[in-house]
């Protein structure tokens, strides 16, 4: 499985962004996509995760009600829907597929190289 991320930029507080994870190779409907990111400085962290069939999702809490994350599986993407940034959202955003619904980095077997997200004050 092959993932890219993309979608990153430069944004103000309280705006808006939309990351677009794209997977190509053998997918398969049981398999889940992760987001995680890091910030300077700072250790990488779970932000959200889906799974391809059904959609069950999951959400760190410091993102809950302000990030979504969806699929399109005709497209073999995934996004994360980003709303009120906060300066502290400012990381590098990774997007990774592991064959379960789960936050731990460790399970992740496939990983995209990150995209840059910039929240200003």
């Known amino acids: 499985v092959q993932l890219q991320a993309f979608g990153g930029g430069l944004v103000q507080a309280g705006g808006s962004l939309r990351l677009s994870c794209a997977a190509s190779g053998r997918i398969f409907s049981d398999y889940s996509v992760g987001w995680f990111r890091q910030a300077p400085g700072k250790e990488r962290e779970f932000v959200a995760a889906?799974?391809?069939?059904?959609?069950?999702?999951r959400y760190a809490n410091s993102v809950k009600g302000r990030f979504t994350i969806s699929r399109d599986n005709a497209k073999n993407t995934v996004y994360l829907q980003m709303n009120s940034l906060k300066p502290e959202d400012t990381a590098v955003y990774y997007c990774a597929s592991s064959g379960m619904l789960t936050a731990r980095q460790d399970d992740m077997a496939y990983w995209g190289k990150g995209t840059q997200v910039t929240v200003s004050s």
């Open positions: 889906i799974r391809w069939s059904g959609g069950n999702t």
